[in-house]
């Protein structure tokens, strides 16, 4: 089964990277990068640019309108995706557990749909 | 010496590719390294078979082949890593001429199926290793079948062949003792492979590989090499049975069509009677088992002239005695099923409940769409609706949701057509 875990940043979170906790952070995630692809389980994943960078379309009275910038100040950013198939919803979950956002912001796990399919839905 | 058609190339390279590794393994240790020699022969005769012609003897061929290229990276290797003891070992490992024709290619073949299907291995690995090993398909094809990757696919078939490696086994046989457990993860992986075909056959997909009869082929082999195991006959009836439907489970647009709604005339008359063929006589000669009952059960509903005819007594006469054999919430799942049709559908809720109390079956999005299916026998629309929707947001198939979202959208057509058939259960 192929999950998605979602990473999520704090505005600071460039500053937590380059401060004392940071070279432990990296090191934690080069390890589990390093696991995962030993393990045939990561499928893929990307880090985004700073929010800053955003452009953000939105719908007005059903019409598409562009801006820059992301679409509402938030405390936390969507920063970054890792993409990995395992066994169990467990085994992503642990996966997300161990990446240095789950200590100071936030991961979600999500399944991915697939275009397969039972007759005995 | 003639120029083989593509595909009977291929069906022979796939059936010489266990073979040939056998037979290197067995001479020279080193599966790991065997391995890749053999694919790099395999690669060698389809590129030059179609235009050369077959070679009289296209198994030596390969050995031949596949057995140079092997001296060559031992060769290279050895120069690398300067130590003498891997020399060696290697030496005396080749040592003694076992005999190859006291073993004979059939043994090879099964000694290396217990191997890619060994229990240190994760079932990732266990399931790429034997389509690759025994299977004689590329880790490009494993890969597309599976929709990863080429590099995750080659670290997974890299990682099982370092276990493989480091667990020091020997190529033989496992020991009478342990054969009927090791046989059981055998079977379960093939299972593994046909169902993960089987489901994706819904998929957009259709240059993928055929994985559902990728594992009948080797299941089918397996069984030649042990028909009188009854769960082998039993796995492989249950395979042809569940296959002769594929013509007839999706429509044209991609949606998929319930066992009870199946244009049943679609169904692949001649596999379905070989599944019948087998599963009776395993039923009458082996030990009893669960593969054996699933296809009992598969062959009522394939024998069923419309699905009004299904026999749901029998079959909930068979599902009882699976979860006594083999408990498992599935199993019980589809249990309940046949209690609502052969009973009706209040019973059929009541046997769920206990069903629902199972933590293992917790969020399981079949759960609410059997629900669904009762409360719309029992004719409780609204509460089907909520149920149908229930299970299209916890499913992760895209076919399935659409499917349950479907049934729900028409529990709510004031003038609903009631005869709308319900989704049915397949075993």
Same mark, same amino acid.
């Given at each position: 089964?192929?999950?998605?875990?979602?990473?999520?940043?704090?505005?600071?979170?460039?500053?937590?990277?380059?401060?004392?906790?940071?070279?432990?952070?990296?090191?934690?995630?080069?390890?589990?990068?390093?696991? #995962?692809?030993? =393990?045939?389980? #990561?499928?893929?994943?990307?880090?985004?640019?700073?929010?800053?960078?955003?452009?953000?379309?939105?719908?007005?009275?059903?019409?598409?309108?562009?801006?820059?910038?992301?679409?509402?100040?938030?405390?936390?950013?969507?920063?970054?995706?890792?993409?990995?198939?395992?066994?169990?919803?467990?085994?992503?979950?642990?996966?997300?557990?161990?990446?240095?956002?789950? #200590?100071?912001? =936030?991961?979600?796990?999500?399944?991915?749909?697939?275009?397969?399919?039972?007759?005995?839905? | 010496?003639?120029?083989?058609?593509?595909?009977?190339?291929?069906?022979?390279?796939?059936?010489? &590719?266990? @073979?040939?590794?056998?037979?290197?393994?067995?001479?020279?240790?080193?599966?790991?390294? /065997?391995?890749? %020699? *053999?694919?790099?022969?395999?690669?060698?005769?389809?590129?030059?078979?179609?235009?050369?012609?077959?070679?009289?003897?296209?198994?030596?061929?390969?050995?031949? *082949?596949?057995?140079? !290229?092997? *001296?060559?990276?031992?060769?290279?290797?050895?120069?690398?890593?300067? +130590?003498?003891?891997?020399?060696?070992? !290697?030496?005396?490992?080749?040592?003694?001429?076992?005999?190859?024709?006291?073993?004979?290619?059939?043994?090879?073949?099964?000694?290396?199926?217990?191997? /890619? /299907?060994?229990?240190?291995?994760?079932?990732?690995?266990?399931?790429?290793?034997?389509?690759?090993? $025994?299977?004689?398909?590329?880790? &490009?094809?494993?890969?597309?079948?599976?929709?990863?990757?080429?590099?995750?696919?080659?670290?997974?078939?890299?990682?099982?062949?370092?276990?493989?490696?480091?667990?020091?086994?020997?190529?033989?046989?496992?020991?009478?003792?342990?054969?009927?457990?090791?046989?059981?993860?055998?079977?379960? $992986?093939?299972?593994?492979?046909?169902?993960?075909?089987?489901?994706?056959?819904?998929?957009?997909?259709?240059?993928?590989?055929?994985?559902?009869?990728?594992?009948?082929?080797?299941?089918?082999?397996?069984?030649?090499?042990?028909?009188?195991?009854?769960?082998?006959?039993?796995?492989?009836?249950?395979?042809?049975?569940?296959?002769?439907? +594929?013509?007839?489970?999706?429509?044209?647009?991609?949606?998929?069509? %319930?066992?009870?709604?199946?244009?049943?005339?679609?169904?692949?008359? @001649?596999?379905?009677?070989?599944?019948?063929?087998?599963?009776?006589?395993?039923? %009458?000669?082996?030990?009893?088992?669960?593969?054996?009952?699933?296809?009992?059960?598969?062959?009522?509903?394939?024998?069923? +002239?419309?699905?009004?005819?299904?026999?749901?007594?029998?079959?909930?006469?068979?599902?009882?005695?699976?979860?006594?054999?083999?408990?498992?919430?599935?199993?019980?799942?589809?249990?309940?099923?046949?209690?609502?049709?052969?009973?009706?559908?209040? &019973?059929?809720?009541?046997?769920?409940?206990?069903?629902?109390?199972?933590?293992?079956?917790?969020?399981?999005?079949?759960?609410? %769409?059997?629900?669904?299916?009762?409360?719309?026998?029992?004719?409780?629309?609204?509460?089907? &609706?909520?149920?149908?929707?229930?299970?299209?947001?916890?499913?992760?198939?895209?076919?399935?949701?659409?499917?349950?979202?479907? !049934?729900?959208?028409?529990?709510?057509?004031?003038?609903?057509?009631?005869?709308?058939?319900?989704?049915?259960?397949?075993?």
């Amino acid at each position: 089964m192929k999950y998605m875990l979602l990473i999520y940043d704090r505005p600071d979170t460039r500053e937590l990277f380059s401060g004392p906790d940071g070279e432990a952070m990296r090191e934690q995630m080069d390890d589990l990068m390093a696991e #995962l692809t030993a =393990s045939g389980e #990561l499928i893929g994943g990307e880090g985004l640019a700073d929010p800053a960078q955003t452009r953000s379309i939105r719908a007005q009275d059903g019409v598409p309108v562009v801006t820059d910038g992301p679409l509402a100040e938030a405390k936390e950013h969507f920063g970054g995706y890792l993409i990995v198939d395992c066994d169990t919803a467990e085994r992503a979950t642990e996966i997300a557990l161990r990446w240095p956002n789950a #200590l100071f912001a =936030s991961m979600e796990v999500r399944p991915i749909m697939n275009a397969g399919g039972g007759e005995d839905v | 010496m003639s120029s083989p058609e593509a595909g009977e190339l291929e069906d022979l390279l796939r059936r010489l &590719a266990p @073979q040939v590794l056998g037979a290197l393994v067995r001479r020279h240790g080193q599966f790991d390294a /065997c391995e890749d %020699a *053999v694919q790099e022969a395999l690669i060698a005769a389809a590129r030059q078979w179609p235009s050369d012609g077959l070679p009289d003897h296209p198994r030596g061929w390969l050995i031949a *082949v596949a057995t140079r !290229r092997l *001296v060559d990276e031992l060769r290279a290797e050895r120069s690398r890593r300067t +130590r003498e003891d891997v020399v060696a070992d !290697r030496e005396e490992r080749s040592g003694p001429a076992v005999g190859d024709a006291a073993m004979s290619a059939r043994d090879d073949a099964l000694i290396l199926l217990f191997m /890619c /299907c060994h229990p240190a291995l994760t079932s990732a690995s266990q399931i790429a290793l034997t389509l690759r090993a $025994v299977g004689g398909l590329s880790t &490009a094809e494993i890969a597309s079948a599976f929709l990863v990757p080429e590099a995750t696919m080659a670290q997974r078939i890299s990682r099982a062949k370092q276990t493989i490696k480091a667990s020091e086994m020997g190529f033989e046989l496992p020991p009478d003792d342990d054969r009927p457990e090791r046989l059981r993860a055998v079977r379960h $992986v093939l299972y593994l492979v046909f169902n993960e075909g089987y489901m994706a056959t819904a998929g957009p997909d259709l240059q993928r590989v055929e994985l559902a009869e990728e594992a009948i082929r080797i299941t089918r082999m397996l069984h030649a090499m042990m028909p009188a195991d009854g769960e082998t006959t039993g796995l492989l009836a249950l395979m042809l049975l569940t296959h002769s439907r +594929r013509a007839a489970r999706v429509a044209p647009d991609g949606a998929l069509i %319930a066992l009870a709604d199946q244009d049943r005339s679609r169904w692949d008359r @001649q596999s379905i009677d070989h599944g019948v063929a087998l599963v009776e006589r395993a039923l %009458a000669t082996a030990a009893i088992g669960p593969y054996q009952l699933q296809a009992a059960i598969a062959a009522l509903h394939a024998e069923a +002239r419309s699905a009004e005819e299904t026999d749901w007594h029998q079959i909930l006469g068979l599902y009882t005695l699976l979860v006594r054999i083999a408990p498992n919430p599935v199993f019980a799942l589809n249990r309940a099923v046949a209690v609502a049709m052969a009973k009706g559908p209040d &019973a059929g809720l009541a046997e769920l409940a206990a069903v629902e109390s199972d933590d293992r079956m917790a969020g399981h999005h079949r759960v609410s %769409a059997v629900r669904a299916h009762m409360l719309e026998l029992a004719g409780d629309r609204d509460a089907a &609706a909520a149920a149908y929707r229930a299970a299209a947001r916890l499913t992760t198939s895209l076919p399935e949701r659409r499917y349950l979202e479907s !049934r729900a959208a028409a529990m709510q057509t004031i003038e609903a057509d009631v005869e709308t058939p319900a989704p049915a259960p397949t075993p």
